[in-house]
């Protein structure tokens, strides 16, 4: 059974960091594209980064410059490196395996306030 289980979150100042991670109960991790999605109160989940099996990534101009994505195959996990953050970065964040359309982990939260 696919579980992802994401932690990092908490609430922090505007233009702090932060780094989220997520593991990923799942074999064959490393064949696996993967994303980090974010849903903030009232809108709409959005994508803000993802990287490949060979380790390419993309970025929601949102967050680019800003958010770096990671991964370890021997560990299972991803991370995303979150630097200079902003109050409308405020969401509940998830992580993704792409292959696998219906598997959401619990999320964590991420509050950026002062």
């Known amino acids: 059974q696919v579980q992802l289980v994401e932690s990092g979150g908490g609430l922090v100042q505007p233009g702090g960091s932060l780094r989220l991670s997520c593991v990923a109960s799942?074999?064959?991790?490393?064949?696996?594209?993967m994303g980090w999605y974010r849903q903030a109160p009232g809108k709409q989940r959005e994508l803000v980064a993802s990287i490949s099996s060979g380790g390419s990534t993309n970025y929601s101009d949102s967050v680019k410059g800003r958010f770096t994505i990671s991964r370890d195959n021997a560990k299972n996990t991803v991370y995303l490196q979150m630097n200079s953050l902003k109050p409308e970065d405020t969401a509940v964040y998830y992580c993704?395996?792409?292959?696998?359309?219906?598997?959401w982990g619990q999320g964590t939260q991420v509050t950026v306030s002062s």
């Open positions: 799942v074999s064959h991790f490393s064949i696996y594209k």
């Open positions: 993704k395996i792409f292959a696998f359309a219906s598997i």
